[in-house]
């Protein structure tokens, strides 16, 4: 039972459509918070609230550079997360879609 409850609980991070679009986007490359930020037009701590949801679940991993924070993915453990991510466009589709470029130069 608990493996349906930890089924349950990945599935329902993956409902929100911000972040299985981060998700998307770290199939490719790691990506800072600042580059999200500027993605989605939305609030530095609504972008970094989804990442701590995504890290506490274990779906990224974070490698502080500098004072910027870069998030990659980890989900060598979870084959349905993978199972899911291939289904999902590449990123330049789902930048094309935000009418965004493909890289941000906030962070550098």
């Known amino acids: 039972m608990d ?10 991070l993956l409902g929100d459509k911000t ?3 981060i998700l ?4 490719e490359r790691e990506w800072c918070v600042c580059e999200f930020v500027d993605l989605f037009d ?3 701590p609504a972008v970094s609230q989804h990442l701590r949801k995504l890290k506490s679940s274990g779906f990224v ?3 502080k550079k500098g004072q910027w924070v870069y998030y ?3 989900i060598e453990n979870k084959p ?3 199972a899911i991510l291939k289904l999902t466009p590449d990123a330049g589709s789902v930048l094309a879609n935000l009418n965004k470029p493909s890289s941000a130069v906030c962070c550098e």
């Open 61 to 63: 991993k974070e490698q």
């Open 19 to 21: 972040r299985l679009t």
């Open 3 to 12: 493996e349906l409850n930890d089924l349950a609980e990945d599935l329902k």
């Open 42 to 44: 939305i609030s530095q």
């Open 80 to 82: 349905h997360v993978k």
């Open 72 to 74: 990659s993915l980890n």
């Open 24 to 27: 998307t986007l770290l199939k």
